[in-house]
């Protein structure tokens, strides 16, 4: 469920807490999950994080000379704790995007899969109950060829997204703007909760195929994609089952959503009911009176 909101989140998070963090340790618990290999940990002990970056949907940690590449997929939290000596002690964790400042108490669980010690006696673990998740361990040679990052399109918040490419990617297929959106390598980031939300505020209908999108509603789609990308990441995300902040709170983008997960409801513009069906494989909403086939 995590997309590109959530994981720009948990970035943050872990920049405020673990830059210049020691690897002191590492614990792994689902090797199938956490794919390390005992030269892999004993390359990464003793590195510090120096950098948090996001791809699309893939959180990238840069260390002194390696990287971990961290994808969260459905259900994965990465989530950072004092060591259980230090605990009772800590301090509130200071987050930049939440209003919520509490030590974090979550115990490990047959879900944690791993866990990374640092010598400041803080904790990183990533867990997640699909297992779906992977975190990788890349040398630093390797990262920009990398099977999962090389293929990704543009940052939707970046200057790499541009009206122009944008509107060639859409002329190329008749794919229905729904399955397009959802398309990594047209825009990197873009799950189902926010193209949902994205077609919404610019009046489309989520079944029209991409290439009949005429210029100005093609613009107005340019404009919503990084509005409401933004407009989650200022609400910490959105928290409906497993995503949760780096502190073990929750995001409250839920609350100010405009269609997703609302089938059934009134529209907030016009009272229209909110349309729940499937396109692309996927449970879909719309309001049928604001999302004209343009």
Same mark, same amino acid.
């Given at each position: 469920?995590?997309?590109?909101?959530?994981?720009?989140?948990?970035?943050?998070?872990?920049?405020?807490? =673990?830059?210049?963090?020691?690897?002191?340790?590492?614990?792994?618990?689902?090797?199938?999950?956490?794919? =390390?290999? #005992?030269? &892999?940990?004993?390359?990464?002990?003793?590195?510090?994080?120096?950098?948090?970056?996001?791809?699309?949907?893939?959180?990238?940690?840069?260390?002194?000379?390696?990287? =971990?590449?961290?994808?969260?997929?459905?259900?994965?939290?990465? @989530?950072?704790?004092?060591?259980?000596?230090?605990?009772?002690?800590?301090?509130?964790?200071?987050?930049?995007?939440?209003? *919520?400042?509490?030590?974090?108490?979550?115990?490990?669980?047959?879900?944690?899969?791993?866990?990374?010690?640092?010598?400041?006696?803080?904790?990183?673990?990533?867990?997640?109950?699909?297992?779906? %998740?992977?975190?990788? *361990?890349?040398?630093?040679?390797?990262? &920009?060829?990398?099977? $999962?990052?090389?293929?990704?399109?543009?940052?939707?918040? $970046?200057?790499?997204?541009? @009206?122009?490419?944008?509107?060639?990617?859409?002329?190329?297929?008749?794919?229905?703007?729904?399955?397009?959106? @959802?398309? &990594?390598?047209?825009?990197?980031?873009?799950?189902?909760? *926010?193209?949902?939300?994205?077609?919404?505020?610019?009046?489309?209908?989520?079944?029209? #195929?991409?290439?009949?999108? #005429?210029?100005?509603?093609?613009? !107005?789609?340019?404009?919503?994609?990084?509005?409401?990308?933004? !407009?989650?990441?200022?609400? %910490?995300?959105?928290?409906? !089952?497993? *995503? @949760?902040?780096?502190?073990?709170?929750?995001?409250?983008?839920?609350?100010?959503?405009?269609?997703?997960?609302?089938?059934?409801?009134?529209?907030?513009?016009?009272?229209?009911?909110?349309?729940?069906?499937?396109?692309?494989?996927? %449970?879909?909403?719309?309001? #049928? &009176?604001?999302?004209?086939?343009?």
């Amino acid at each position: 469920m995590p997309e590109l909101p959530e994981v720009e989140v948990v970035r943050m998070g872990l920049e405020a807490q =673990l830059t210049d963090a020691r690897i002191a340790q590492i614990e792994i618990f689902t090797p199938k999950v956490v794919p =390390l290999n #005992p030269l &892999q940990q004993a390359a990464l002990r003793g590195q510090r994080f120096r950098a948090f970056r996001r791809r699309g949907k893939y959180l990238i940690i840069d260390l002194e000379q390696d990287h =971990l590449l961290i994808h969260l997929r459905m259900t994965g939290q990465v @989530l950072i704790l004092p060591t259980q000596d230090a605990r009772s002690e800590a301090a509130p964790l200071p987050l930049p995007f939440t209003y *919520y400042q509490r030590p974090l108490d979550n115990p490990f669980d047959k879900h944690t899969h791993t866990c990374f010690h640092f010598e400041n006696t803080m904790q990183m673990t990533y867990r997640d109950v699909r297992k779906f %998740g992977r975190v990788e *361990y890349v040398r630093h040679a390797d990262l &920009q060829t990398h099977p $999962s990052l090389s293929k990704l399109g543009p940052e939707p918040l $970046s200057s790499d997204f541009t @009206l122009r490419g944008f509107q060639q990617a859409l002329q190329k297929t008749q794919r229905s703007l729904k399955a397009v959106l @959802l398309d &990594q390598r047209i825009v990197a980031g873009l799950g189902n909760i *926010y193209v949902d939300e994205a077609l919404f505020v610019a009046g489309i209908h989520p079944e029209t #195929p991409a290439a009949s999108v #005429p210029t100005p509603a093609v613009k !107005k789609l340019f404009a919503a994609i990084p509005f409401v990308l933004q !407009k989650g990441i200022d609400a %910490g995300g959105t928290s409906l !089952k497993d *995503y @949760l902040h780096p502190d073990g709170t929750r995001g409250s983008h839920q609350e100010h959503l405009f269609v997703y997960g609302r089938g059934g409801k009134g529209c907030q513009q016009c009272g229209s009911v909110i349309v729940k069906s499937v396109v692309a494989q996927r %449970g879909t909403h719309h309001c #049928p &009176q604001c999302q004209g086939t343009f």
